[in-house]
């Protein structure tokens, strides 16, 4: 780890932050487990007083990061009366990865505190809850997104240059809803990771460096791989950190972003609207972050070159629309996002498919980007 970033912790320690149902006294299971309807329904008892789930059936269970179930629970009465719908979707870790990571915690704290004050569309939790032993587990219940009759996006859908500029809208509404607000501060929101100043960020291509190697080892991967970088595979790590430096010393307005601002990171209602999905590296951030990574990750190269610049200007007229003000130039713009294609480089070389999204063209974007637009020269490489 580089000592630069290492001396460099978190201002204020997230596991002080006190759990929301005190009447629950036994730690959330860890490791492999599936849950039971007793377990739910005792769970959520402590938010809903004399519920009762009587019986549950697993409909789908998907783990990659993170397990989640889509469960269809009989309720008693008290639970039908406190709205809580048959149809719902259980996320937690137990898949039996990533136990060193605080993203499970942090995903239920920003559904407990935040969503509702936001005006961007986010799903419908139903109980939201974590433990502040260190162990960064959490739990949320959801609604089962299939009942709202839309789709589920993924990274690699072609949404073309209209859809991304459609989709682009929506990232305006998630940044502006919270734009430089008194609620994401540090002091309001202390448990709210700043961008780029918690291990899970600027320690991300060291965390996941095994899965970078697994990477390196397939012809597929090195086919479509710049080869100064499969020469020195150490270099999206130098240009990284350098990446997190520049963040740090930017100055400019906080918004909360995704993290993981991608296409399968999103619910596409019926009317087209995305909802955004998956709040484990929801930040207090520059909005650049999230801005480049559904860019360069939605559109084809042959579109990128096209219409990139075009897009960022789109973005930047519909954020200011929707309120944010003292918003950058869009030639500054551009620099940010050219430095911020290493961000989606350094994470996609760590994606593995049976996670769920399809790294290989993924990873053809960023890389070309960086090639075309300069990103590691102007990262120091």
């Avoid at 269970?61 to 149809?87: C, E, Y």
């Avoid at 498919?353 to 993924?362: A, E, I, T």
Wanted: net charge negative; aromatic share 10%; hydrophobic share 40%.
């Amino acid at each position: 780890m580089a000592e630069t970033l290492a001396a460099r912790p978190a201002a204020i320690d997230p596991n002080v932050v006190p759990r929301p149902y005190p009447s629950r006294t036994d730690p959330l299971p860890k490791g492999r487990f599936t849950p039971s309807a007793e377990w739910l329904g005792g769970l959520m008892a402590n938010k809903y007083p004399d519920i009762v789930a009587h019986s549950m059936e697993v409909v789908e269970l998907f783990d990659s990061h993170t397990t989640k179930l889509r469960v269809a629970v009989d309720w008693n009465g008290a639970g039908k009366a406190a709205g809580l719908p048959r149809n719902l979707c259980i996320k937690s870790n137990w898949s039996g990865l990533f136990g060193n990571v605080d993203i499970h915690a942090l995903e239920a704290r920003f559904y407990h505190f935040l969503t509702d004050k936001m005006t961007a569309t986010t799903a419908t939790c139903y109980y939201a809850d974590w433990d502040d032993d260190g162990t960064g587990q959490g739990v949320i219940v959801l609604e089962d997104l299939i009942d709202r009759g839309g789709k589920f996006g993924h990274s690699t859908q072609h949404a073309g240059i209209d859809g991304v500029a459609s989709g682009l809208a929506d990232v305006a509404k998630l940044h502006a809803g919270l734009w430089d607000s008194p609620l994401i501060t540090p002091e309001a929101a202390p448990w709210l990771p700043t961008s780029m100043d918690v291990p899970v960020d600027y320690d991300q291509v060291r965390i996941m460096w095994e899965w970078i190697e697994k990477n390196l080892e397939d012809p597929n991967f090195r086919a479509i791989a710049p080869k100064h970088y499969l020469d020195d595979p150490r270099r999206v790590e130098r240009a990284y950190d350098r990446l997190v430096t520049f963040e740090r010393n930017f100055q400019s307005p906080y918004c909360v972003i995704l993290g993981d601002c991608h296409q399968g990171n999103t619910y596409i209602l019926p009317d087209g609207e995305r909802m955004w999905l998956d709040w484990q590296l929801g930040r207090r951030g520059h909005p650049w972050r999230d801005l480049t990574y559904f860019t360069v990750g939605s559109l084809t190269i042959e579109e990128r070159r096209q219409s990139h610049r075009d897009l960022l200007a789109h973005y930047r007229d519909c954020l200011i629309k929707e309120g944010a003000t003292n918003v950058i130039g869009l030639d500054e713009i551009w620099d940010q996002m050219r430095r911020w294609v290493m961000y989606g480089i350094q994470a996609w070389v760590a994606n593995m498919d049976h996670w769920g999204q399809n790294g290989l063209p993924m990873n053809e974007r960023f890389f070309t980007a960086g090639e075309d637009l300069g990103t590691w020269a102007l990262l120091g490489e």
